[in-house]
């Protein structure tokens, strides 16, 4: 009885370690060019068979890859691989945030490193398609000036469209991770937004948008740059009204229980 309990915990632990196999086996099929941008993974049935372990096991592979941005499940469709760059979960820096903490000059000091190289590469060659998203993004800005943080989520599109036109999908990559954190610690802030600052960032992403669609690398870059630079000032502003407000919240006593 004993040597069977044993036997099915050995088991056990090779079923999980065949998860690795099933990630090894969709990374071989992708290098081989069986699996390209947009094609639907084989069932899970059929996985099972291909690799030779249970159903179980390639659903723990299939979460590990979907966890890397490799794959993407659609309900009742199956599962694929996107279309677009890889995506990178922001989990790692989010954890390093927490831990050591990341100040907004870094963040910012990291999106300049990122973006205005991609804002540059992006004059250069950025499709008809892009373009025409990057202006489309501009106008939703334009459109929800009164919805700071509508007009959040339009922002980090606007960033992750020139990231991508950049044509290079390790700093669409990077730039999509970082945009994810932004975007958990800009939110608790947006609302302090002031008209005239949401009015200047837009402007600032219509800049870099025609500068791209001019083909002005240098352009681009310098506009990218100042638009950066602005917005880390704004966001300063905003916690400090954030804290202000703090300040003057009447602090109301606690009332103690009464003993019975």
Known sequence: MAYSAS???SLSFVSEGSAEHVVSHVRTLIERGVLKPGDRLPAERDLASQVGVSRPTV???LHALAAMGVVQAR?????FIPSGPPTLGSE???FLAALHGITHEEMYEARRILEVEAAGLAAQ???ADQLAALEEAVASLLASLDEPQVFLVHDINFHRIVASASG???VASLVDMVSRLFYEQRRETAQRATDRNLQDAADMHRRIYLEIRARNVEGARTAMNEHLLRSSAYLSQERDTGARAALKRPIVPRRRSRKK
């Open 7 to 9: 036997r099915e915990k």
């Open 168 to 170: 290079n999908p390790i």
């Open 92 to 94: 790692p820096l989010s």
């Open 75 to 79: 309900h009742g469709s199956g599962t």
């Open 125 to 127: 060659r950025a499709t």
């Open 59 to 61: 659903r723990a592979g």
